[in-house]
């Protein structure tokens, strides 16, 4: 079974960016048939989607709207790895951040939103933002 590990997690100011990285341990064909996903989970809360990026050529992308003009998922299938680009960063995305991954999944943003449609996940990497 594939794993996925991810990376680039740390302390950072208010303003501040990070990029994460996950890693998924199969081939990039493989890989190239997945839809990748970012979620988080601050202290108290539930598990929530943060952004989706699809398999296919077309790449589509989805983020929730508390992070469309601050972060940017892309993906290489090359290397196997999404990464998410968070910039502009506040102390309210302060979470474990996990990767997931789905094969073939695709749809609409309440699709990647739901939890249930991810096969795969990560054991998080903590993002701390500092005020």
């Known amino acids: 079974q594939e794993t996925l590990v991810e990376s680039g997690g740390g302390l950072v100011q208010a303003g501040g960016s990070l990029r994460l990285s996950c890693q998924a341990d199969?081939?990039?064909?493989?890989?190239?048939?997945?839809?990748m996903g970012w979620f988080r989970r601050a202290f108290g809360k539930e598990r929530e989607f943060v952004a989706a990026i699809t398999w296919g050529m077309n790449r589509a992308t989805y983020l929730e709207d508390f992070v469309k003009d601050r972060f940017t998922i892309s993906r290489d299938n090359a290397q196997t790895t999404v990464y998410l680009q968070m910039d502009k960063l506040t102390p309210e995305d302060t979470a474990v951040y996990y990767c997931?991954?789905?094969?073939?999944?695709?749809?609409?943003?309440?699709?990647?939103?739901?939890?249930?449609?991810?096969?795969?996940w990560g054991l998080g990497t903590q993002v701390t933002v500092s005020s």
């Open positions: 199969v081939s990039g064909l493989i890989f190239s048939t997945y839809t």
């Open positions: 997931a991954a789905a094969p073939w999944l695709s749809g609409t943003i309440e699709n990647m939103r739901d939890r249930n449609s991810w096969r795969r």
